[in-house]
């Protein structure tokens, strides 16, 4: 079985903008299937953490939003918060982020619903009877909407190569349980050799799992959350973690978990992926580092696997070599893919659409 990716390139001209093809693409994919009269639609996305300026532009999110009116919804722009801490860790900070970021009611043309509350814990136990959980737990009022559209700014990422419409799903609509089930086996540790004992990792660290212990950063493996902050943040490159055990894991958990957050939705989910600004980190951090490889295009399909495949393939085409095993090593992309198929999630058989 074959799932379609619709694709457009970056071009434009006078009369059609990228705002143009991005309704365009939006409509061929099948958007007003997808969405019932009166639909309480989530769009799903990041709204970039403070200083991150990567994420999707707001002009976007409002022609998805224009689209889906349209086609009779009712959207409502969601995303659920972090584990770490940052702008985003609990519903009150992670709208002011959001507005700052620029995803205002009157920019964006909807309203913004966190998903799993003031704290995370506003979570529904969804069944999904996978090969490593049963149940998993899914930000209630993403879990409670009747349709979704999932917009995805596709890029590297440190625990899963890249980022796409399966991360946001497994990762992004996960309530806090989900979580920390997801990121249970990260067990980072600090190689003492290279520390400087700057306490950088300390300051970040949202569970103070953290502490320099004669003049060297020493983490606690039984109160760190395996967020895998510290590993971004430390300036020498010295907090370690067995990726062959943890890489491979975190990816089949958040396949899990997108499971999860599709359940009751299989025929009222569309994912829009934005193939520009591949930044090698996750739009979670406060900053953004150049590009990895070029801008490519924007991708549509109703198969979480299938696009994150196609996204994959043409950003490998783009730059000439594989930027995300380039940038993170250690880590093999394709399990996600893998599990997606084996689970059911979709297929990595895809055939391309042009617009
Ligand atoms: S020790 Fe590192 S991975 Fe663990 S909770 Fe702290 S920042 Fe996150
Ligand atoms: S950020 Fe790195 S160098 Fe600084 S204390 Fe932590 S482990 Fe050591």
Same mark, same amino acid.
Not at 56 to 66: I, S, T
Not at 157 to 172: D, P, Q, R, T
Not at 260 to 277: C, E, I, M, N, Y
């Given at each position: 079985?074959?799932?379609?990716?619709?694709?457009?390139?970056? +071009?434009?001209?006078?009369?059609? +903008?990228?705002?143009?093809?991005?309704?365009?693409?939006?409509?061929?994919?099948?958007?007003?299937?997808?969405?019932?009269?009166?639909?309480?639609?989530?769009?799903?996305?990041?709204?970039?953490?403070?200083?991150?300026?990567?994420?999707?532009?707001?002009?976007?999110?409002?022609?998805?939003?224009?689209?889906?009116?349209?086609?009779?919804?009712?959207?409502?722009?969601?995303?659920?918060?972090?584990?770490?801490?940052?702008?985003?860790?609990?519903?009150?900070? =992670?709208?002011?982020?959001?507005?700052?970021?620029?995803?205002?009611?009157?920019?964006?043309?909807?309203?913004?619903?966190?998903?799993?509350?003031?704290?995370?814990?506003?979570?529904?136990?969804?069944?999904?009877?996978?090969?490593?959980?049963?149940?998993?737990?899914?930000?209630?009022?993403?879990?409670?909407?009747?349709?979704? #559209?999932?917009?995805? =700014?596709? $890029?590297?990422?440190?625990?899963?190569?890249?980022?796409?419409?399966?991360?946001?799903?497994?990762?992004?609509?996960?309530?806090?349980?989900?979580?920390?089930?997801?990121?249970?086996?990260?067990?980072?540790?600090?190689?003492?050799?290279?520390?400087?004992?700057?306490?950088?990792?300390?300051?970040?660290?949202?569970?103070?799992?953290? +502490?320099?212990?004669?003049? +060297?950063?020493?983490?606690?493996?039984?109160?760190?959350?395996?967020?895998?902050?510290?590993?971004?943040?430390?300036?020498?490159?010295?907090? $370690?973690?067995?990726?062959?055990?943890?890489?491979?894991?975190?990816?089949?958990?958040? #396949?899990? =978990?997108?499971?999860?957050?599709?359940?009751? $939705?299989?025929?009222?989910?569309?994912?829009?992926?934005?193939?520009?600004?591949?930044?090698?980190?996750?739009?979670?951090?406060?900053?953004?580092?150049?590009?990895?490889?070029?801008?490519?295009?924007?991708?549509?399909?109703?198969?979480?696997?299938?696009?994150?495949?196609?996204?994959?393939?043409?950003?490998?085409?783009?730059?000439?070599?594989?930027?995300?095993?380039?940038?993170?090593?250690?880590?093999?992309?394709?399990?996600?893919?893998?599990?997606?198929?084996?689970?059911?999630?979709?297929?990595?058989?895809?055939?391309?659409?042009?617009?």
């Amino acid at each position: 079985m074959q799932s379609t990716v619709w694709f457009t390139d970056l +071009s434009s001209r006078p009369g059609k +903008s990228l705002l143009d093809k991005t309704g365009e693409i939006l409509r061929a994919a099948g958007l007003a299937g997808k969405i019932g009269q009166g639909d309480l639609t989530a769009v799903k996305l990041h709204f970039g953490e403070k200083g991150n300026t990567a994420f999707l532009r707001p002009v976007f999110v409002r022609k998805a939003v224009e689209e889906i009116v349209a086609a009779g919804g009712r959207p409502f722009l969601t995303d659920t918060n972090t584990l770490y801490l940052g702008g985003r860790s609990n519903a009150v900070d =992670h709208l002011r982020t959001a507005i700052t970021n620029g995803f205002a009611f009157p920019v964006a043309d909807a309203p913004i619903v966190i998903a799993d509350g003031l704290r995370g814990e506003s979570a529904v136990k969804v069944p999904i009877g996978g090969t490593i959980f049963s149940e998993v737990s899914i930000g209630a009022e993403i879990a409670n909407a009747d349709a979704m #559209v999932v917009l995805t =700014h596709f $890029k590297g990422h440190e625990l899963s190569g890249f980022g796409g419409a399966i991360k946001n799903l497994g990762m992004g609509c996960a309530a806090r349980a989900g979580k920390l089930a997801q990121h249970s086996t990260v067990s980072p540790y600090v190689d003492p050799a290279n520390c400087t004992a700057c306490g950088t990792c300390v300051a970040h660290c949202p569970s103070g799992a953290i +502490s320099i212990v004669t003049a +060297s950063a020493l983490i606690d493996p039984k109160t760190c959350i395996g967020c895998a902050d510290c590993i971004v943040v430390c300036p020498e490159h010295t907090v $370690k973690i067995d990726w062959n055990e943890a890489a491979p894991m975190v990816q089949k958990k958040m #396949v899990e =978990h997108a499971l999860g957050a599709l359940r009751g $939705k299989r025929d009222s989910v569309l994912f829009l992926s934005f193939v520009t600004q591949v930044s090698p980190f996750c739009d979670c951090y406060g900053n953004n580092d150049l590009p990895i490889a070029p801008d490519v295009g924007i991708l549509a399909s109703d198969d979480p696997v299938a696009i994150d495949q196609a996204c994959a393939d043409l950003v490998i085409k783009a730059a000439g070599r594989d930027p995300f095993r380039a940038t993170h090593p250690s880590i093999d992309w394709s399990i996600q893919l893998a599990h997606g198929e084996e689970t059911g999630l979709g297929t990595r058989n895809y055939e391309i659409r042009p617009l």
